[in-house]
């Protein structure tokens, strides 16, 4: 039997049809996603973002860093950005709620539904990840990155990729707690380098970091002499990310 004989009959044209339509019609539902978050986050700058896992429970020791980290940001000024959910998003978004400044949520429709905790300024749902990643990095001054899971490198690898390749402007991007952190690191430096799939100056993008305290001084000493506000060529790059 041929490939082509394998292959399942072609869907029927009005069916196919139908669903060509719908998808082009989810676009605006998409666009819809975009242009609500940017009207509601537009003018929570300057802001952190903080990553980490959604497993960790209140009493953690990763929790109450965390929740310390936020709520420093917090009384510093910077509203902190988080995905809303339990574990380290708590955590975030409880230190920035009990702070001077905004606790925002990125919450996001799950199978399994995730719930959103109580500690959120400003909650905004979305339905799809990539809505909810742009608006992590269109909106953030800096990133904190705790110890997580694959959710976890996700975000973290979005925004170095970014970052690396100029598509967005340069910013902190934090790992907080050495230990966790160290083989990663590591394997960045002794593999990654020596394969020449990225350059040593590449490791400059990330910092790691292990005190609440220190995590504010880095964010300031990188805005040491300029304003938080994107610059207008950073801008217009923020808009084509």
């Known amino acids: 039997m041929s490939v082509k004989e394998k292959l399942p009959p072609l869907a029927d044209s009005s069916a196919s049809k139908l669903t060509s339509a719908h998808e082009a019609w989810r676009v605006f539902d998409i666009m819809s996603e975009f242009v609500e978050a940017t009207q509601r986050l537009s003018h ?58 905004l606790s925002i949520g990125l919450n996001i429709q799950l199978p399994h539904e995730q719930t959103a905790n109580e500690y959120q300024d400003i909650s905004q749902s979305f339905r799809h990840f990539f809505a909810r990643k742009y608006m992590f990095v269109r909106f953030a001054s800096a990133y904190v990155v705790m110890p997580g899971g694959f959710g976890t490198l996700d975000e973290l690898h979005e925004a170095l990729t970014l970052v690396q390749t100029g598509k967005s402007q340069r910013i902190p991007i934090i790992l907080v707690h050495e230990p966790f952190w160290r083989g990663l690191v590591d394997w960045f430096r002794t593999t990654m380098v020596n394969e020449k799939f990225i350059s040593p100056e ?40």
Do not use: W
Not at 211 to 218: F, L, R, S
């Open 202 to 241: 590449d490791l400059d993008l990330i910092q790691v970091i292990d005190t609440p305290g220190e995590v504010v001084d880095a964010i300031f000493r990188h805005y040491e002499n300029r304003c938080f506000a994107p610059l207008p060529s950073e801008r217009e790059l923020m808009l084509n990310l």
């Open 44 to 101: 929570i700058q300057p802001a952190v973002s903080i990553f980490g896992s959604s497993r960790i429970p209140p009493d953690s020791p990763y929790y109450k860093l965390t929740e310390a980290i936020a709520r420093q940001l917090s009384d510093a000024g910077f509203s902190v950005i988080s995905g809303g959910g339990p574990g380290v998003m708590e955590a975030a978004n409880k230190g920035a709620f009990h702070g001077k400044s």
